[in-house]
C-alpha cells in the first residue's frame, strides 16, 4: 500500500473516537470532490477500527454515508449551476483537470438515457462517481430524488466497504487489491460497452443511407 496512505492510517489510529468520526466522514466528503483521494481504502479502515471496538460499527456507516451524500450534492449543485458551460469554463475549476471532455460527454449521456438509475449505482462505478454528480446537476435531475438515490447507494456502498474491514481485521489492507481489480473490471465494462453503442451507431447509420439509396 503507498506510503501516504499508509501514513494516513497511523495518524487517524492517534486520533480520539470523536476525531476519527469527523475525519472519515471528511474524507467520505472530500472522495467526491477531489477524485485522487483514496476515500474506499480509508473508509474499510473504518472498518477495522469498528472490529476492534474503537468507534461504533453503523455511527462510521452512517457518517461516512452522510459525507458520501454531501460531497454527491455539493458537486451536483456545482453543476447545476454551471450547466452546459462546464465545457467552456474547464479552466475557471482546477479540478475538472481531472475529467476529460470526453467522459462529461459520457456521463451526460447516461444521465439522459437511465436519469436516477445513474445516481443509485454512481458508488459502485469506479471512476466516474465526481463526474456522474456533476452531469446530474447539468442535467438538471431532481435534486430531492437526486438526494435520495445517492444516500441509498452510498449507504450500500459503505455498509459494504466497512463490513469488509470488520469481517478481514488486521487484514484489512488486502481489500485495496480487490478494489483496484473491481475498478479495472467496471472501467473495462464500461469501456465494452461504449464501444457496442458506438459500433451500433455506426451500423444504423449505414443501414440508413442504404434504405435511402434504395428508395
Do not use: C
Amino acid at each position: 500500500m503507498e506510503q501516504h496512505v499508509l501514513d494516513i492510517v497511523e495518524w487517524i489510529r492517534l486520533q480520539p473516537v470523536l476525531g476519527i468520526y469527523v475525519i472519515l466522514a471528511i474524507i467520505a466528503y472530500l472522495e467526491n470532490v477531489v477524485p485522487p483521494i483514496p476515500g474506499d481504502i480509508l473508509i474499510v479502515f473504518g472498518g477495522y477500527l469498528a472490529s476492534e471496538q474503537i468507534i461504533g460499527f453503523w455511527w462510521v456507516v452512517y457518517l461516512t454515508t452522510a459525507g458520501s451524500v454531501l460531497g454527491f450534492m455539493t458537486m451536483y449543485y456545482f453543476g447545476y449551476a454551471v450547466g452546459d458551460e462546464i465545457r467552456t469554463q474547464r479552466n475557471r475549476f482546477w479540478f475538472l483537470k481531472f475529467f476529460d471532455a470526453e467522459y462529461l460527454d459520457k456521463a451526460e449521456r447516461w444521465m439522459y438515457r437511465w436519469g436516477q438509475g445513474v445516481v443509485l449505482s454512481n458508488r459502485f462505478l469506479a471512476g466516474a462517481r465526481s463526474i456522474i454528480s456533476i452531469m446530474a446537476g447539468v442535467t438538471r435531475l431532481n435534486p430531492r430524488n437526486t438526494a435520495l438515490y445517492a444516500t441509498i447507494g452510498a449507504l450500500a456502498w459503505n455498509f459494504i466497504l466497512i463490513g469488509a474491514g470488520w469481517l478481514i481485521g488486521d487484514n484489512w489492507p488486502v481489500i485495496k487489491n480487490y478494489l483496484n481489480l473491481y475498478g479495472s473490471i467496471i472501467a473495462g465494462v464500461i469501456a465494452i460497452y461504449v464501444l457496442y453503442l458506438g459500433v451500433r451507431y455506426i451500423l444504423e447509420k449505414r443501414s440508413v443511407k442504404n434504405t435511402q439509396k434504395k428508395s
